[in-house]
Each structure stands twice: as C-alpha cells, then as structure tokens.
C-alpha cells in the first residue's frame, strides 16, 4: 500500500476534462513539490510535470498540475485517445525517502 | 540528449545478489542524482535508491539495508546490489538521472527502457 494515495482508475470521453488526485502527508506532498509520470502501456515512466506545476518542453499545455495543502492533482484537459496510460504522483519525503503513488490507469472511452 | 540504459543478467537465484549496471550516455553523471526505480509486473514504481558522485546515498528504508550502489565517471556507470534475493524482488528494473545535485526539488528524467530481472531457482 502507497503511502501517496491515488485513485486506482479513472475515465473520460474525447475533448473531456479529467481529474487524477494523490493524497499524502504533511511529510511529503505538505512540505515538498510534486511530480507527475506518465507510462503508456509497455513503455517506460516519463516525466509530465515537475515542481508540482512545471511542464518539461514537449509536454502539451492540456496537461496541468497543482498542489493545496497535503494533496495534488493532474488535470488533463482536451483528453485525446493516446492519453490513456498510467498516471504516477510522486514526492520527495522528509523522511528521505523518495515516494510514488499507487498510480491511476486512465481509459479514454 | 542525455539517455541512460539499463543492462545485466535476466535471471538470479534466490539468496543470490541481484546486479545491475546503468550507462548513461550524453551527459556528465558529475552534476546530478542518479536513481534506480523498479515495478513488479502489473503494479506500481517503488523508488529504490540514488547516489551522487560525491558519496551522498539514499536507500529507500523498505529494503532493509539490502540494496548498495555505486559510481564509476570514468565510464559513466551506475550500479545496483540488490542481496539476498527473493521472488518479491522479480521485476523491471529501471535507472534514471535524478535531481542535480544543488537542486531543491525531485525529479526523475530521462528514463532507461528497463530491464526485467526474473528471481528464480
């Protein structure tokens, strides 16, 4: 069981706006930035966003993060068929130790 | 472009320790975290370590001492010892650069493809 706590899947239509939530603690999500990864079937991990907000370059604009308090959320907007893959938050505990959610399959319908 | 690949035996007994070597190409290892990640068919990442070339290491506490890594610039290579293996620690193994080493917050990018580490006698 993650200590970060994600939704175990979530669904959408074309052009919908979908939600993915990660939960964590004042250790982790509460003090320090959040980072979302991407893994398409078969592939490996790809990072989306980076310092709970950041996109890296060839990130599409539909993609947004954001962070209150002890829980974050990926937002992906205009979601499109080849957005359907596994969503990962992961944060950075003060524990030192590094920490991913349980990740999120996302079906597009 | 930096790129990282993973590489090592696809198959390790039980009690046996688990190697792997991480080559990263198109970048010095010198400013940076590196991290080796894995995933059990059909579940989620599990963080397993870094290292920086100056010795700082972080090991995820979950693994009880049993993992070791190290760092070779000269050919730009990064290792994982994984001991006293067991069939929960069959997966694929992932390595990516982490942080830089002055940087103030997480992140793990570019990814290796992965390697598949099967334990089993």
């Known amino acids: 069981q993650s200590v970060l706590t994600q939704p175990p899947s979530t669904s959408g239509t074309p052009g919908q706006r979908v939600t993915i939530s990660c939960s964590g603690s004042?250790?982790?999500?509460?003090?320090?930035?959040v980072t979302w990864y991407q893994q398409l079937p078969g592939t490996a991990p790809k990072l989306l966003i980076y310092?709970?907000?950041q996109r890296p370059s060839g990130v599409p604009d539909r993609f947004s993060g954001s962070k209150s308090g002890t829980s974050a959320s990926l937002a992906i907007s205009g979601l499109q068929s080849e957005d359907e893959a596994h969503y990962y938050c992961?944060?950075?505990?003060?524990?030192?130790?590094?920490?991913f959610g349980g990740g999120t399959q996302l079906t597009v319908l | 472009q930096v790129q990282v690949q993973e590489s090592g035996p696809g198959l390790v007994k039980p009690s046996e320790t688990l190697s792997l070597t991480c080559t990263v190409s198109?970048?010095?290892?010198?400013?940076?975290?590196w991290s080796w990640i894995r995933q059990p068919a059909g579940k989620g990442l599990e963080w397993i370590g870094r290292?920086?070339?100056?010795?700082?290491?972080k090991y995820n506490p979950s693994l009880k001492s049993r993992a070791a890594m190290s760092l070779d610039t000269s050919k730009n290579q990064f290792f994982l010892h994984l001991t006293s293996v067991t069939a929960a620690d069959t997966a694929v193994y992932y390595c990516?650069?982490?942080?830089?080493?002055?940087?103030?917050?997480?992140?793990?990018?570019?990814w290796g493809l992965g390697t598949l580490v099967t334990v089993s006698s």
């Open positions: 990516a650069r982490d942080r830089p080493f002055s940087g103030d917050y997480w992140r793990l990018d570019p």
């Open positions: 198109g970048d010095s290892m010198a400013d940076y975290y």
């Open positions: 290292m920086h070339n100056s010795g700082s290491t």
């Open positions: 004042s250790s982790n999500i509460g003090s320090n930035t």
């Open positions: 310092k709970t907000n």
């Open positions: 992961a944060a950075w505990d003060n524990s030192l130790n590094g920490l």
